[in-house]
């Protein structure tokens, strides 16, 4: 059996600076629809009853057209049994559109984000982008159920945003993109002119990082913003200086979709309403006839798993050097795993290797994230987690290791890093 040394994983703990145009159209080459087709009945089996409820696939698969109508019919179910007290402003919004994709009535849950919403407030004055998508969310359910009332909630988000001078990211800029445009359309007639002015003020903004972000290959920001920074470009009514090619970005994500990049359900929900030329704006405005009586040809050859037949040896080093921290540790560590295992088999391989060694997870709508090592916490409050880093890369993909071989050089320093 081959064995490979792969390079250092190390495991960090520190602290990190936080840091009216024709719109182009596109399509999926008939020759690759069993690809997409493929990666939606990944998705639809994915729906079982004892999986945990997840909002987004029902809204994909509403957007798309449901080929699996009885996980469609389980996940509405579910999604109305479930218990809204704890979610958060994002999840909220992301149940909310869900069953008004099905048709269903959210009933007071749309008050309740209101009253979040009125009493939302950054949770620092640069607060990072990232905490800019949950609000998002927020406002683009609220606009579709009631505009009007919403009109303040956005104009005091619009303006944070404007203010906002923390890295962009291109995920959230494409829910700020799909929260403010809806807003956008709906300006009631009479409007002060100040509502569209700012408005497509931040769109245009927006758009113009988002662009900035369009790699040569096609691909926005990375392979899992992608999906969602196609429905922004497609809607948003400022574009952007530079005319985004969206075929090209469709031709790149096929391409990905070909070498086993979507497997997790949840990417295949965020990239589903974009092959199909579908976006959250249009959640409103679904008829919830069924309308797939024709079965998908799949494709006739497997995706491919990535995985590789032989074991690799990673070398890892937990690495704690976040300030205000007792705990300082710089541990290596080799653990022998398959080829192609995401890191949490890492750490579970590290865990039956040295008992001493622990770590933590917590189930989200992507899967097991890595909430705590050696007794060390992500931290909501402190904004601190967990990240996973090649050098200075962070990883895009919930760390399979797959991803690190992508990354030369081959003497690269993986890491996990608390950030902040
Ligand atoms: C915000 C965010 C985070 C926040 C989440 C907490 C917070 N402060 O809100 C933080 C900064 C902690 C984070 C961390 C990571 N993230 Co992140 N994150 C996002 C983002 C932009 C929005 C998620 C969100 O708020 N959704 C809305 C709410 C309502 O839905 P939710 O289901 O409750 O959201 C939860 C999950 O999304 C979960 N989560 C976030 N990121 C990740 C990553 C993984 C692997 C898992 C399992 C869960 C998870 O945290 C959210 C809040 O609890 C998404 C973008 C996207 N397209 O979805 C990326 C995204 C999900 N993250 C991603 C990645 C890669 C990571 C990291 C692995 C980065 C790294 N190199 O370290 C780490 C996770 C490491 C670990 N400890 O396991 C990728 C996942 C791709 C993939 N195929 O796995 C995405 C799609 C970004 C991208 N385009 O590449 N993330
Ligand atoms: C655009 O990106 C720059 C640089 O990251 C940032 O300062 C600015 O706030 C961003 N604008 C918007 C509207 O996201
Ligand atoms: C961790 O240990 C490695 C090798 O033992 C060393 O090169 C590195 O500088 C150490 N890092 C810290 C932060 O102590
Ligand atoms: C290969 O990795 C698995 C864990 O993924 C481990 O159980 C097994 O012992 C390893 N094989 C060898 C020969 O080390």
């Not at 639809?44 to 945990?52: C, D, L, M």
């Not at 939302?120 to 990072?128: F, L, Q």
């Not at 245009?204 to 196609?230: H, Q």
Request: aromatic share 8%; hydrophobic share 40%.
């Amino acid at each position: 059996m081959a064995w490979f040394s792969l390079c250092l994983l190390n495991l960090l703990w520190a602290m990190a600076v936080t840091s009216t145009q024709t719109q182009s159209s596109c399509s999926v080459p008939p020759a690759q629809q069993p690809l997409v087709d493929g990666i939606q009945v990944s998705m639809e089996n994915s729906v079982t009853s004892s999986a945990f409820p997840n909002p987004s696939i029902l809204i994909a698969m509403n957007l798309v057209g449901a080929y699996n109508l009885e996980a469609q019919k389980l996940l509405t179910y579910k999604l109305m049994a479930s218990d809204t007290a704890d979610l958060t402003i994002g999840q909220l919004a992301l149940y909310i559109l869900a069953l008004t994709s099905s048709c269903r009535d959210p009933g007071n849950q749309v008050s309740i984000l209101q009253r979040q919403m009125e009493n939302w407030a950054p949770s620092r004055p640069n607060a990072e982008a990232l905490s800019f998508y949950g609000p998002s969310l927020a406002i683009l359910a609220l606009c579709q159920k009631n505009p009007e009332t919403t009109l303040p909630i956005a104009t005091r988000f619009a303006k944070t945003v404007l203010a906002n001078s923390s890295p962009f990211n291109v995920d959230t800029g494409a829910m700020v993109t799909l929260a403010l445009t809806c807003m956008y359309n709906k300006i009631p007639v009479g409007s002060e002119e100040g509502y569209r002015t700012l408005f497509g003020q931040v769109l245009k903004d927006t758009v113009e990082n988002i662009s900035l972000r369009i790699k040569d290959n096609g691909i926005i920001g990375d392979i899992y913003s992608t999906g969602l920074a196609m429905q922004a470009l497609s809607v948003s009514p400022k574009q952007p200086n530079k005319e985004w090619n969206c075929q090209k970005t469709m031709d790149a994500v096929l391409n990905e979709i070909k070498q086993g990049k979507f497997q997790n359900p949840m990417s295949i929900a965020q990239i589903l309403p974009s092959l199909e030329g579908k976006t959250y704006l249009d959640v409103p405005h679904l008829s919830c006839i069924p309308d797939h009586e024709v079965q998908p040809t799949l494709p006739s050859y497997p995706s491919p798993v990535p995985t590789a037949a032989s074991n690799i040896t990673v070398i890892y080093t937990i690495n704690n050097q976040l300030r205000g921290v007792e705990l300082l540790f710089n541990v290596t560590t080799e653990v022998s795993v398959r080829g192609g295992s995401v890191l949490l088999v890492v750490l579970e391989e590290a865990k039956r290797k040295n008992p001493m060694f622990k770590f933590e997870t917590t189930m989200t709508s992507w899967g097991l994230m890595v909430s705590s090592i050696n007794d060390i916490a992500e931290n909501v409050n402190h904004k601190t987690y967990w990240q996973f880093l090649s050098g200075v890369t962070p990883l895009i993909e919930g760390g399979r290791i797959e991803e690190m071989w992508a990354f030369p050089p081959s003497k690269a320093t993986y890491f996990f890093s608390l950030f902040n």
